[in-house]
């Protein structure tokens, strides 16, 4: 199984080679975190809607008790990591690109972990048809936990309205740093090749492709020897260049079926349905084994922490309590991020909890320099680099100029904001913010068209309708006024003719 | 623990433009020293004088725009546009025409346009075009190469200073003895005068490809050029475009009619092709910006310096045929977009 095929670049275009710096979190075997004090579970762990507390403050919960469901809609159920109480539900510091804080559920931990009744929840899943399975994916809690945290149930509901060919377990981590996934296929390999199991099952495919990077022997063996345990021809191990940013869904589509993605779409349009091994690796532990998603491997890493480790945490265990898992904070600590160098976001507050999409915590020792950008030189170089082949430089000129046509024209929103533009521009243009801004404002944009538009429409409908109105109005009133004409004509004939009457009576009588 | 927070990526760039145009320098000091043992110290002159221009330009325009005058000075491009004046104008030049072609490189074509990034137009070419149309007079005198002749004179670096500054020579030379026509020159009036190129190339100021001395600060422009190919500071796109757009029509004329044309070995290593092909037009501000896109300005440059040095009125054509190009390059960038990854490979057309 060690003959895994390689693919070579040439289905994509650019990106970088970059330092590794993953040895230093994979010396060491995955670390059990222990119960933490506290549990801080943000009710937004995943693409959607938020979801409904269905707990109240001071309940007891146990382990792997659903304490927030989904409104219906787009979303995942939540719940308790380990047994305790919930002591408040309120704002708490998280990451996220919108605002410091959101709604949290907190739970204040006993220490039991203790947990639900199972048994009833364990079925055989082979037992059951694409849709049931489906749907019992979605009751666990499971999203994808490559980083998107799209809603794991609703975006294979989406796949099989779509004629499937492929479907591709990501277990590329492209991104420096990072080395979860990595860690979870070398410990967890058979739980990632049943849960591709369950995947082909509930798609209905026979065959799956799993890619992992050339850089990650371990894994690859790992992999191989759980594949040659069950003796699954129909699972077969890809073996990849490691280059960032092939990891990334639509690149490793590229990568794999040599399809591009088309724009604004999905990998299904192209026939493929792309999940993380950490996502099938999960969703094996909550069909086989009834625990839903409330734990995850997650890297603490970089300069500045003591000891930098991989470790199983739960999910809710706070930054600040996982730091001391690795060793704590060294002298030189002075950024702390969620996720990895390149696409990962910055927070303040080591409060914050570890959420289903939190894969790494770097701790950079270096304060990163900025602020000393130059004008662009139109070098090209993030042009030579970028997955998507757009043209930076041009982007960068029409979001200065705020032209958003132009940059409609030139592909903005194909952006997958990478990074490799800021890498390599000698300016030290901080592009992938930029555009981030510059799509921020085109949908505010879009936004606000679409408002003024409904208010148009509002204003024209109104207009109407006071036209008509007006025009029914002024219609009966002359009809009004046509019949009193009449009447008033009428009734003066009448009195007319009655005082005609009268004085020829008169007359009579006189006579 | 609290932390400062801001946008990814969190990885600090591994080059900047300080350096791209500090190696620029660097690869032109070969074919500096090759310069300066054939054709005397003017070059260095030209140098310090078109640098003391540009930068005083520089740091005005910046003052005057309200910009960082430091971060602007430190970026060492006015150096650049010093040092490419420097080789395009002759050997001996009046202090005052590099001064004026520095100036409105600087200050006209690349400040008024926005500053460094902006300019359209490469401010060096932009102020030698400026020079060479307003001073003819002042910018034809090319030092005879070394070893030419017997009544040989090697410009000093005193004697080149005085004619710098005063436009007089000591008693003891005179014009003839030290300029020599240029082999571009040269070749021009011999192939006018029906000499073939076999006759006109044993004049003294001709070498075995192209002129004497000339083909040799070639080989070394092409070498630093190399350099900066392999450190990626520079892509093939252009160089290759800009020789492949001057050799292949020359060598079709030349194979079609060896007599009455120069040939391509000329082209190459005469005047200033070699210095175009990888420092001027590889200029990344004022060039297209797509790889194809800079494969066709390449030839456009190429091609075009070809057209004028065989049927324009002027010998060299690398300062015309650049600034054409530059004007070409909105339309070159807009017709050469790549293709975006999930778009529909439909047919270009105008819109």
Not at chain 1, 75 to 92: D, F, L, N, R, T
Request: net charge negative.
């Amino acid at each position: 199984m060690s003959a895994a095929a390689t693919y070579d670049l040439g289905k994509l275009h650019g990106g970088l080679r970059l330092p590794s710096e993953k040895e230093v979190s994979t010396t060491e075997k995955i670390l059990h975190a222990p119960i933490p004090d506290q549990l801080v579970l943000p009710l937004t762990q995943h693409v959607g809607n938020p979801s409904q507390p269905i707990i109240g403050i001071g309940e007891r919960v146990l382990k792997g008790q659903l304490i927030a469901n989904t409104d219906g809609s787009l979303g995942a159920p939540i719940h308790a990591p380990s047994s305790g109480k919930i002591v408040a539900i309120e704002p708490w510091p998280v990451s996220r690109r919108n605002g410091e804080t959101a709604p949290c559920i907190i739970i204040e931990c006993d220490g039991n972990d203790q947990a639900i009744e199972t048994a009833e929840i364990i079925v055989d899943y082979t037992k059951l048809d694409p849709d049931s399975l489906l749907h019992k994916i979605m009751q666990g809690g499971i999203v994808g936990l490559g980083g998107a945290v799209f809603p794991t149930a609703q975006k294979l509901m989406q796949a099989i309205t779509a004629p499937l060919e492929h479907l591709i377990l990501n277990g590329i981590e492209c991104e420096p740093y990072i080395s979860c996934d990595d860690m979870l296929m070398r410990e967890y390999a058979a739980d990632v090749i049943q849960g591709a199991q369950i995947l082909m099952h509930a798609l209905s495919l026979s065959q799956c492709h799993v890619a992992v990077e050339s850089d990650k022997p371990e894994a690859l063996i790992a992999l191989g020897e759980a594949l040659a345990q069950i003796d699954e021809p129909r699972i077969v191990l890809k073996q990849v260049p490691s280059i960032y940013p092939s990891g990334g869904e639509d690149q490793l589509v590229q990568l794999v079926t040599n399809k591009e993605v088309p724009s604004g779409g999905l990998p299904t349009d192209v026939g493929c349905v792309v999940q993380n091994v950490g996502t099938a690796a999960a969703i094996n532990r909550w069909v086989c084994h009834g625990e839903p998603l409330i734990s995850r491997v997650t890297t603490i890493t970089g300069h500045g922490v003591a000891k930098p480790v991989n470790v199983l945490a739960r999910i809710g265990t706070t930054i600040a309590d996982i730091v001391t898992l690795a060793g704590g904070y060294t002298e030189h600590a002075r950024q702390l991020i969620i996720g990895g160098p390149m696409t990962g976001r910055s927070v303040s507050t080591d409060r914050v909890p570890l959420v289903k999409a939190s894969n790494c915590v770097l701790v950079l020792a270096d304060e990163i320099t900025q602020g000393n950008e130059r004008p662009c030189i139109r070098c090209g170089e993030c042009a030579e680099v970028c997955p998507i082949q757009l043209l930076p430089q041009q982007l960068y000129w029409f979001a200065c100029a705020d032209n958003e046509a132009k940059l409609r024209k030139f592909g903005l929103i194909d952006c997958i904001e990478c990074g490799c533009c800021d890498l390599v521009c000698p300016s030290h243009i901080p592009l992938t913010a930029d555009f981030r801004m510059a799509k921020g404002r085109m949908r505010e944009l879009a936004d606000e068209k679409a408002r003024a538009e409904r208010a148009k429409q509002r204003f024209e409908t109104r207009n109407l309708r006071i036209r008509q109105e007006q025009e029914q109005r002024d219609k009966e009133l002359a009809n009004q006024k046509e019949t009193a004409r009449l009447f008033a004509t009428s009734k003066i004939k009448a009195i007319v003719d009655r005082a005609r009457k009268k004085s020829t009576d008169d007359q009579d009588e006189e006579q | 623990m609290e932390f400062n927070r801001r946008d990814a990526p969190f990885v600090t760039p591994a080059t900047n433009v300080q350096s791209i145009m500090l190696q620029v320098l660097y690869a032109l000091i070969p074919a500096a020293l090759a310069y300066v043992w054939y054709f005397g110290p003017g070059l260095i002159l030209n140098f310090i004088v078109a640098a003391i221009f540009c930068a005083a330009g520089e740091a005005a325009m910046l003052h005057i725009r309200g910009k960082s005058v430091e971060t602007g000075l430190t970026d060492f491009s006015a150096l650049v546009t010093a040092a490419l004046l420097a080789f395009a104008l002759p050997a001996l030049t009046p202090w005052w025409v590099t001064a004026t072609a520095a100036l409105f490189g600087v200050v006209v074509a690349k400040h008024l346009y926005g500053g460094l990034g902006f300019n359209i137009f490469n401010p060096a070419m932009a102020g030698y075009v400026v020079a060479m149309v307003s001073f003819p007079m002042h910018m034809n005198l090319w030092t005879a190469p070394r070893m030419g002749d017997l009544d040989y004179h090697y410009m000093t670096i005193l004697e080149s200073a005085r004619y710098m500054l005063t436009g007089t020579f000591p008693d003891y030379l005179s014009f003839d003895a030290i300029s020599r026509a240029t082999p571009l020159d040269t070749v021009k009036a011999g192939l006018r005068n029906l000499q073939t190129f076999e006759e006109i190339r044993v004049n003294s100021v001709m070498g075995d490809f192209g002129g004497r001395g000339w083909e040799w600060i070639g080989n070394y422009i092409a070498m630093g050029g190399a350099w900066l190919l392999m450190r990626k500071i520079i892509r093939w796109q252009i160089p290759f475009g800009v020789l492949a757009g001057l050799l292949i029509p020359s060598a079709i004329l030349y194979f079609l009619e060896p007599g009455i044309h120069a040939s391509p070995g000329f082209f190459m290593f005469s005047g200033g092709t070699m210095l175009c092909a990888f420092f001027i037009a590889t200029d990344p501000v004022s060039a297209a910006t797509s790889n194809k896109g800079r494969l066709i300005y390449g030839f456009g440059v190429g091609f075009l310096i070809f057209a004028i040095r065989t049927w324009g009125s002027y010998a060299d054509g690398v300062a015309f045929a650049i600034l054409m190009m530059n004007m070409s390059v909105p339309a070159i960038d807009y017709l050469t977009k790549p293709h975006i990854v999930g778009h529909d490979r439909g047919p270009k057309g105008l819109s």
